[in-house]
């Protein structure tokens, strides 16, 4: 069973930084590739960031590029979101996805596991 456990939300004003963390087990780590998702209130899920955990290709969305990083610890099965000149627009749940490796790192459409989610408040 994929289990994704996301860390390091909070609340902080406009322009500061947060990190986010998903941890995963080795087989998932092995089998899934993880990115970051988020949905605001009202508002459909969409993808943020993702990463693949062999090259390191990334991939953003045009609204947060510049900003935020996505990064992987192989070693410690973890994929992070470093989170730069935080806007109150990047108020949302943000969630850990995952999809099995045949589906492709970057085809946001097909993550179908998550995270509970973390929740990030970006105040003016």
């Known amino acids: 069973q994929v289990q994704l456990v996301e860390s390091g939300g909070g609340s902080v004003q406009a322009g500061g930084s947060l990190t986010l963390s998903c941890s995963a087990s080795?087989?998932?780590?092995?089998?899934?590739?993880m990115g970051w998702f988020r949905r605001a209130p009202g508002k459909e899920r969409e993808g943020v960031a993702t990463?693949?955990?062999?090259?390191?290709?990334?991939s953003y969305a045009d609204s947060v590029k510049g900003r935020f990083t996505i990064s992987r610890d192989n070693r410690k099965n973890t994929v992070y979101l470093r989170m730069n000149e935080l806007k109150p627009e990047d108020s949302a749940m943000y969630y850990c996805?995952?999809?099995?490796?045949?589906?492709?790192?970057?085809?946001?459409?097909?993550?179908?596991?998550w995270g509970q989610g973390t929740q990030v408040t970006v105040s003016s």
């Open positions: 996805g995952a999809v099995p490796k045949a589906e492709g790192c970057h085809t946001w459409r097909a993550y179908n596991t």
């Open positions: 080795a087989d998932t780590y092995r089998n899934y590739y």
């Open positions: 990463i693949c955990t062999g090259s390191g290709s990334t």
